[in-house]
């Protein structure tokens, strides 16, 4: 089936506007991650959801930014009165939750890149 | 807590040359290690990864990658490299203990380019 989507694939706002980016995980991954991509670096982990429960938010930077996955497919993740730090790309993966103990392969989307000016 | 480095921004490899990317990381506990490959323009692709037994692990397009506890290091290796490897490279690693929640911590990335 198709892979992970993202969209926007690129977003460009004005400081202090709220955006709202959004995950379509790979059908029937139970896991959703997203991570932000500052220029130059690493992804850095913002959250992470198993079905629609948020099982860790320590990524995320302030209390500017939020995500939810209320049916346990389909993930936003929200910035308020965004600011021009906030530029980045952000970028989502989804993976099985089995049963047993090992690592589950994380599969990425192509990212949204958000630029506020 | 767990970190990563990637010395080498930047490494330029004639073509057919062999390259090693290295990658070494800092944690208190067990971790899982991989290398993702980010191509122009599309997401990340897992390329190997190591879970337990042999520390010599290989993956897609020819890459290889060693573990070694001692040094903690996992440097990826390519015996001849093609025009199409050029991309960048990313070291990652997950705590092993924290079954349920795989977030990745990532190195800054190399960017290896190709010279024809």
């Known amino acids: 089936g198709a892979g992970v989507s993202q969209s926007p694939r690129y977003k460009v706002t004005k400081r202090g506007q709220d955006v709202a980016l959004r995950c379509d995980p790979i059908?029937?991954?139970?896991?959703l991650y997203w991570y932000r991509q500052a220029l130059g670096q690493g992804p850095e982990f913002l959250t992470y959801?198993?079905?629609?429960?948020?099982?860790?938010k320590s990524g995320l930077p302030n209390d500017r930014f939020s995500a939810e996955r209320p049916e346990g497919s389909i993930s936003t993740l929200t910035i308020q009165r965004t600011e021009q730090r906030d530029s980045a790309m952000y970028r989502c993966?989804?993976?099985?939750?089995?049963?047993?103990?090992?690592?589950?392969?994380?599969?990425f989307g192509p990212g949204t890149r958000l630029t506020v000016l | 807590a767990q970190s990563v480095t990637q010395l080498d921004s930047q490494v330029p490899v004639f073509e057919e040359a062999p390259v090693e990317l290295r990658c070494n990381y800092s944690?208190?506990?067990?971790?899982?290690l991989f290398w993702y490959v980010q191509y122009p323009n599309q997401g990340l692709q897992l390329l190997l990864k190591y879970l337990s037994g042999s520390t010599l692990v290989k993956g897609i397009n020819g890459f290889e990658a060693e573990f070694n506890k001692s040094q903690t290091s996992f440097h990826l290796r390519k015996p001849s490299v093609h025009i199409s490897d050029t991309a960048e490279y990313f070291c990652?690693?997950?705590?092993?203990?924290?079954?349920?929640?795989?977030?990745?911590?990532f190195g800054t990335g190399t960017r290896l380019t190709i010279i024809p």
């Open positions: 993966a989804s993976s099985f939750l089995t049963g047993t103990s090992g690592y589950n392969e994380q599969f």
């Open positions: 959801f198993n079905y629609e429960a948020q099982q860790d």
């Open positions: 990652a690693v997950s705590d092993q203990s924290d079954f349920g929640n795989e977030k990745l911590t």
């Open positions: 059908s029937g991954h139970v896991s």
């Open positions: 944690s208190s506990v067990s971790v899982y």
